[in-house]
């Protein structure tokens, strides 16, 4: 499943002991390209998720490889190879392009932005505080199940995560990739403080009440 954010698809331990860590995605290069903010966001996080089981399990050893059903768009083309992966057919065994590892946070702030202004216009609101109420109370009445539809989950979230991140812009807000997990994206403030409105956004996406508010989070 391709937006399966939480979960690594499938890993083949190697005789070497390392392992070839695969992110599995379906989908045809047209539904590649229906959001592509969402695209890379998503296969960027995957990807990050993916290098951290190398890591920690396999002490780095081995190397992460995005199985896709198509070739991919030339913008998620990068975002993957820059996050650190290679591309491959679907089953994973052929090598197509070769991971080039690079800061991707630049990527991911314009993702980020592109897939607000997006978010916005779809809900055809003024601005982004009333796109962002906007779209946390459709959330909270039509609650998401992570593991049972993780294509709707997954995009729900960021995209409240999104709009958070246009709202932090004014104190200097820049999306950056972290080390967290499942979302390893953080809104870095220009005071150095970190904002992560993804944690909140998960659960009004599930439906809980949270006192705290994520426009506040974004601020």
């Known amino acids: 499943m391709w937006a399966r954010v939480h979960k690594i698809d499938r890993i083949r331990p190697q005789p070497d002991g390392g392992a070839i860590v695969l992110v599995e995605d379906e989908r045809s290069a047209a539904a590649m390209s229906q959001v592509p903010a969402l695209s890379t966001i998503i296969a960027i996080a995957r990807v990050l998720n993916a290098r951290r089981v190398l890591e920690t399990k396999y002490a780095g050893k081995g190397e992460v490889r995005y199985a896709a059903n198509a070739a991919l768009?030339?913008?998620?083309?990068?975002?993957?190879?820059?996050?650190?992966?290679?591309?491959?057919?679907r089953t994973g065994d052929k090598l197509v392009c070769p991971a080039q590892p690079a800061s991707v946070a630049a990527v991911v702030d314009v993702a980020f932005s592109d897939l607000a202004h997006g978010t916005r216009s779809n809900l055809g609101v003024p601005d982004m505080i009333a796109a962002l109420r906007a779209a946390s109370a459709d959330r909270r009445k039509s609650p998401l199940d992570r593991e049972r539809h993780p294509a709707l989950y997954w995009p729900a979230v960021f995209e409240l995560a999104s709009l958070a991140g246009e709202l932090a812009r004014p104190r200097g807000g820049r999306w950056i990739e972290t080390t967290e997990l499942p979302v390893p994206f953080a809104i870095k403030l220009a005071?150095?403080?970190?904002?992560?409105?993804a944690k909140l956004a998960q659960r009004i996406v599930e439906g809980e009440s949270a006192e705290e508010s994520l426009a506040e989070a974004g601020r």
């Open 73 to 89: 768009p030339s913008f998620l083309l990068d975002a993957v190879v820059r996050a650190g992966a290679g591309t491959s057919d």
């Open 191 to 197: 005071t150095g403080e970190l904002a992560m409105p």
